[in-house]
């Protein structure tokens, strides 16, 4: 293939694109449309070890969230199917549907905001799916096959023994990796205690827990065996939106071209300066421990997850042959066009104060919710009836206890004042923690005190110290009196 002035090779890899057009196509694809494999050098150096402490906390926090309880609630429970929904070991159900929604607006605009501020960071260090590659299968990965060179070689060469037993024992350790992360996914769903029955009891007795099991263990193995960085290209919502919140004061990894440029090979003793070329050597160290497959050096890319391997591999090389480190950093766009530091902008600080307001309020939401939730419903097709002067309506009640703790309950008519309340059982009503109890009671009015048809009548619940805990508006019911 013949190259003209607007071509170039990009990464060494034979990959003919215009330097005007590389944005039009992602690193991890031919110009033929066939996906062209990444195989990311080991990285290393300072970055690279915080994130790996990052993660490992982070999958510990996933692997132990299953089994920790707070007041015998689970931490984290999003049992959707039966309507079960414990966050922070606080109960949540159907009816603080509302809230979880607005939670999730609030969080969402924390997002955005951290992203304009912040660019990418989530991506490359706390995102499961940067974890869970880089942290876990990765790891695997160069442990069997061995670093970026071996890993290519063994991918030309034909199906030897060598290649054969790497790569079986390399899959059957990402399906059985892809089979215990579906298990504890599992269990922040349902509860470690239906996980560990479905297992013990087999797939016979509970054959929809286990072909779930078995499709999750599936779209595991696919994901981290196979389809892997282009999740994050092709598929995430949050790399397509960062392309239109990021702007030049964002923080991101960025290439610096004034030190940089003009790129040259690195020849020992030489004065650059005086030679005319910049602190970029043309190592492609850079390029070839990038995950996602870019170079960085062609500016800000949609596939950039922020994951710090570029900058590890270039502060490497740059100590070695003594040119200061940093030629790839955090910066922001607007720090290396004018090459002043990035300081920490009102604009940052507006977001920061915006962003810390937020999570307030959605600490708030999810902690300000009340403890018991009433309702007083009249049974389909009554009606009021008349006894001793007395008018007597029929109510159905629904207590909801939300709290951790047991409650005894009175009901009490709360407006208008000399209504009264007659239970079929006892005055005091026990609803136990998380539970629905459900009963009926009589109200009645005094049939003098009953001036109109329908009366609106607020039903107050207190606990056994005389606090109202919660209230129900609803309508009494009554003869009809032609008004004069």
């Excluded at 876990?136 to 069997?144: C, Q, S």
């Excluded at 690195?266 to 970029?280: P, S, T």
């Excluded at 810390?356 to 600490?363: D, M, S, Y």
Aim: charged content about 25%.
């Amino acid at each position: 293939m013949s190259l003209n002035e607007n071509t170039e090779i990009r990464g060494g890899q034979g990959q003919v694109l215009s330097p005007e057009t590389y944005r039009d196509s992602i690193g991890t694809m031919e110009q033929s449309g066939k996906r062209k494999w990444v195989f990311p050098k080991k990285p290393k150096g300072k970055y690279t070890n915080y994130r790996t402490i990052v993660a490992y906390i982070l999958l510990a926090f996933y692997l132990a969230v299953p089994f920790v309880k707070i007041n015998g609630n689970p931490l984290i429970l999003l049992n959707v199917i039966d309507r079960e929904f414990f966050i922070l070991g606080q109960p949540f159900y159907p009816q603080d549907f509302f809230l979880l929604t607005v939670g999730a607006i609030v969080a969402l605009i924390c997002i955005i905001i951290f992203t304009i501020a912040f660019g990418r960071i989530f991506c490359g260090w706390i995102c499961p799916q940067t974890i869970f590659l880089e942290s876990v299968f990765r790891k695997i990965e160069f442990a069997i096959e061995g670093d970026r060179n071996r890993q290519m070689k063994l991918d030309r060469q034909e199906w030897d023994t060598e290649k054969i037993w790497k790569r079986l024992l390399k899959w059957t350790i990402f399906f059985i990796l892809s089979l215990i992360f579906t298990h504890f996914m599992m269990m922040t769903i349902v509860g470690y205690e239906k996980v560990f029955q479905t297992v013990t009891e087999g797939p016979f007795a509970h054959p929809t827990n286990f072909i779930v099991i078995i499709l999750f263990t599936i779209a595991f193995y696919f994901v981290f065996a196979w389809f892997r960085e282009q999740v994050c290209t092709l598929v995430c919502p949050y790399g397509r939106l960062q392309g239109v919140l990021i702007d030049k004061e964002t923080i991101n990894v960025f290439y610096d071209y004034h030190r940089g440029e003009n790129r040259a090979k690195w020849r020992k003793g030489e004065d650059r300066e005086a030679a005319g070329k910049g602190d970029c050597i043309d190592c492609y160290q850079c390029v070839v421990v990038c995950p996602t497959g870019i170079d960085i050096r062609d500016g800000q890319q949609l596939e950039c997850v922020n994951c710090t391997a570029c900058i590890d591999a270039c502060d490497e090389v740059m100590e070695k042959v003594g040119l200061p480190k940093g030629l790839i950093r955090y910066a922001s766009e607007k720090e290396i066009e004018t090459r002043q530091p990035t300081r920490f902008t009102t604009r940052m600080k507006i977001f920061m104060i915006v962003l810390v307001a937020l999570q307030l309020l959605l600490a708030y939401l999810l902690y300000s919710r009340g403890d018991l939730e009433a309702k007083f419903i009249k049974p389909a097709g009554s009606t009021f009836f008349v006894r001793d002067k007395m008018i007597v309506n029929t109510y159905n009640y629904t207590f909801l206890n939300k709290s951790n703790d047991k409650k005894i309950l009175t009901i009490k008519v709360i407006e208008p004042s000399h209504g009264e309340v007659i239970y079929s059982g006892s005055s005091k009503i026990t609803v136990d923690k998380d539970k629905i109890t459900k009963g009926t009671v009589n109200i009645t009015f005094p049939e003098k005190e009953m001036n109109l048809s329908k009366q609106n009548i607020t039903i107050g619940v207190y606990d056994l110290k005389g606090n109202l805990v919660d209230s129900y508006d609803t309508y009494f019911e009554g003869p009809f009196k032609l008004q004069f």
